[in-house]
């Protein structure tokens, strides 16, 4: 495709149930990030990929929290016995190593999750 | 750690310019992002500066960056209805992939 594309678009869980959120990045980008998005907040980093490379999951909130990436595309980011605090904009990024290093990121749409 | 700041709201009406403006800590800061958010939709990249340009221009679009003062300014010349949106500062340090974001700052256009 021709740009990230991240699914559902919406999802509507119960609290304590356990959601999966996938993130297909653009074709050949080898950076891939995860971030939470709450009503009236900026981005808050959430864990990045690098190509093969361990991830850094340092933005990860807790231990329900975590995400892989296979092959080096799709990542699907899984959050375990979702709480009411969940609920935000869950938005995905990608990027490519660039001859000046900028590192610009790509953005999905992003998935909307509420926990009822 | 780092800190970006933005304010949270500007109005504007339709032909004037809008000025955003951001400031931030990290005095490693390489290069300085602005991204464009419309409702319902992820961040658009508008435009990035090198940090050791102090201006760049694109179309209606001026960043201008004093990084002695670590400010970092977007000019939106004639401002449209549809420029309304949450407009995000980030900055990148040399040694990290990793950006820090700002709030964003909601822009509303009202004719």
């Known amino acids: 495709g021709a740009g990230v594309s991240q699914s559902p678009s919406n999802k509507v869980t119960e609290k304590g149930k356990d959601v999966e959120l996938r993130c297909d990045p653009i074709?050949?980008?080898?950076?891939l990030y995860w971030y939470r998005q709450s009503l009236g907040q900026g981005l808050e980093f959430l864990i990045y990929?690098?190509?093969?490379?361990?991830?850094?999951k340092s933005g990860l909130p807790s231990d329900r929290f975590s995400a892989e990436r296979t092959g080096g595309s799709v990542s699907t980011l899984t959050i375990q016995r979702t709480q009411q605090e969940d609920s935000a904009v869950y938005l995905c990024?990608?990027?490519?190593?660039?001859?000046?290093?900028?590192?610009?990121?790509?953005f999905g749409p992003g998935t909307r999750l509420t926990v009822t | 750690g780092e800190d970006v700041e933005q304010s949270l709201f500007l109005s504007v009406r339709e032909g004037d310019s809008s000025v955003i403006n951001c400031t931030y800590t990290?005095?490693?800061?390489?290069?300085l992002y602005w991204y464009k958010q419309e409702p319902g939709a992820g961040l658009q990249l508008l435009t990035y500066?090198?940090?050791?340009?102090d201006m760049k221009q694109d179309q209606r679009l001026t960043v201008l960056l004093n990084k002695k003062d670590k400010h970092l300014s977007l000019r939106i010349a004639d401002t449209q209805t549809g420029d309304s949106a949450i407009y995000f500062c980030?900055?990148?340090?040399?040694?990290?992939?990793?950006?820090?974001f700002g709030r964003g700052t909601s822009l509303i256009v009202h004719p």
């Open positions: 980030a900055e990148r340090g040399g040694g990290s992939y990793i950006p820090t």
């Open positions: 990929f690098q190509g093969n490379s361990a991830p850094d």
């Open positions: 990290d005095s490693s800061s390489t290069y």
């Open positions: 990024a990608s990027s490519f190593p660039t001859s000046g290093g900028s590192y610009e990121q790509y």
């Open positions: 074709s050949g980008h080898t950076a």
């Open positions: 500066i090198f940090s050791n340009m």
